[in-house]
Nanobody, 115 residues
Framework: QVQLVESGGGLVQPGGSLRLSCAAS????????MGWYRQAPGKQREFVAR???????NYAESVAGRFTISRDNAKSSVYLQMNSLSLEDTAIYFC?????????WGQGTQVTVSS
């Protein structure tokens, strides 16, 4: 069974940084677009960033210039480098593999920004 497992979340102070990782098992990532979404308490899940198989990226306006998505196909992994974190970035972050047969989601990793 295909699985995506996120890691790297935690508690960080405002202005700090975190790097999230998403590792895939039983599927090579190289041909798929991968993305990160997040869901804050009481809010709907929202798009954060996306990276195509060719390496093209796009970001939500709220994170552009602060977050960077990248991928390492050899390691079947996708990353989200998050800098200059603010309280509004507190959320559960989900990794997603986008495909025609249906997207595959990870279980999420909690990011809490607090002083």
């Amino acid at each position: 069974q295909v699985q995506l497992v996120e890691s790297g979340g935690g508690l960080v102070q405002p202005g700090g940084s975190l790097r999230l990782s998403c590792a895939a098992s039983k599927i090579p990532l190289r041909t798929f677009t991968m993305g990160w979404y997040r869901q804050a308490p009481g809010k709907q899940r929202e798009f954060v960033a996306r990276i195509t198989s060719g390496g093209d990226t796009n970001y939500a306006e709220s994170v552009a210039g602060r977050f960077t998505i990248s991928r390492d196909n050899a390691k079947s992994s996708v990353y989200l480098q998050m800098n200059s974190l603010s309280l509004e970035d507190t959320a559960i972050y989900f990794c997603v593999l986008i495909r025609v047969l249906g997207d595959i989601w990870g279980q999420g990793t909690q990011v809490t920004v607090s002083s």
